[in-house]
């Protein structure tokens, strides 16, 4: 089992996220405002975002944790409809129009899920 560098926070356990299906939304400070980011699994293999819609700045999940469409092959915000490509981030469709959600680093360790802060996103002031 390897060590866990001390900069990566916590998000879940890495069976709480389904490929194509259910995420993990987790606490941010992004640009010194309490946010969420999300994690998602798709197609082996871990992304995580802002959780903000690069149409409008709203949450993007329909239910908490629930950011694929039907199919499993899009990320979709619950308000407009815009579609993002989950690999990326990429507007794939809808009123985006060209615009990509803001990633975080995260990374797959021990069973686990962890988030990797930057200049941008930050861990919430406790």
Sequence with gaps: MSAVPDNLVFVCAAGDVVDGGTGKRFPVTASGEERTGFVIRFRGRIHAYL??????????????????????????????????????GQCAGGPCRGGRLLPIAVHERNGAIYWEPDEIIRPVLA
């Design 51 to 88: 959780n903000r819609c690069a149409h409008i700045p709203i949450e993007m999940d329909w239910r908490e944790g629930e950011f694929f469409e039907s199919s499993g092959l899009y990320l979709m915000c619950a308000t407009h409809g815009a579609l993002y490509l989950p690999e990326t």
